[in-house]
């Protein structure tokens, strides 16, 4: 039972130009949402979050978009940097009232990879 | 402050053997997570402390894998009885309250042969 799906495995952009990473969701209790990134070897690192009462948040090149009728969510990186080549996870969190602790259900993530 | 950190980095280990993890959160953070990460998967929840609390545990968790976090510091992990199928990267988290300060480890990546 897949809760939270990224169906690209990977992406391919351009220097310079616009990534959009995709997540889909099914649980209609998740309410806030998290994208982290991952180089090989080393643990998730933070990248941007949004609760279910908003529908953007930015932060610098990073903006998520949560349209919660569709129960999709989305992160745009413009623009795209070599740098930011790594697997982008998509997790989601059920915690209103503090009843799930923080447990947070990922996908399976999308390699993106920017070529110079 | 230096994160989250994880011990061993690697490990191999033959089938049947028991292995133990270590995690140290960061200093201030009251909330442990363990989770774990399969080729081409993302991480998924294995247990949560509060403190020395063990307050939720995934049904992934069978009953050779065991957690601790005495004095609501430190946590360890052990695997009893390996089995290839326990090959993956487990993951430590810590945060301060709820999803804030939410911080991964680096991970300790298992191997069974």
């Known amino acids: 039972d897949q809760q939270v799906k990224q169906n690209s495995p990977s992406l391919s952009v351009q220097e310079g130009r616009i990534s959009i990473l995709n997540c889909d969701y099914t649980?209609?209790?998740?309410?806030?949402f998290l994208w982290y990134k991952k180089y090989p070897a080393e643990g998730p690192t933070f990248l941007i979050s949004i609760s279910s009462i908003k529908d953007k948040n930015e932060d610098g090149r990073f903006t998520v978009f949560l349209n919660k009728s569709a129960k999709h969510l989305s992160l745009h990186i413009v623009p795209s940097q070599p740098g930011d080549s790594a697997v982008y996870f998509c997790a989601a969190s059920a915690d209103a009232g503090g009843t799930s602790y923080g447990k947070l259900t990922f996908g399976q993530g999308t390699i993106l990879t920017v070529h110079p | 402050d230096t994160g989250v950190s994880q011990d061993p980095r690697h490990k191999i280990t033959k089938r049947g053997q028991n292995v133990t993890f270590r995690c140290d959160p960061i200093?201030?953070?009251?909330?442990l997570y363990w989770y774990r990460q399969t080729l081409g998967q993302g991480p998924e929840f294995l247990t949560y402390f509060q403190n020395e609390a063990q307050l939720e545990k995934s049904r992934l968790l069978s009953d050779r894998f065991s957690a601790e976090r005495p004095k609501g510091s430190f946590s360890t992990l052990e695997i009893q009885r390996t089995e290839q199928g326990d090959s993956a990267m487990y993951l430590c988290?810590?945060?301060?309250?709820?999803?804030?300060?939410?911080?991964f480890g680096s991970g300790t990546r298992l191997t069974v042969v």
């Open positions: 988290a810590s945060s301060l309250n709820h999803l804030y300060g939410y911080t």
């Open positions: 649980n209609s209790m998740f309410d806030y």
């Open positions: 200093s201030e953070h009251n909330r």
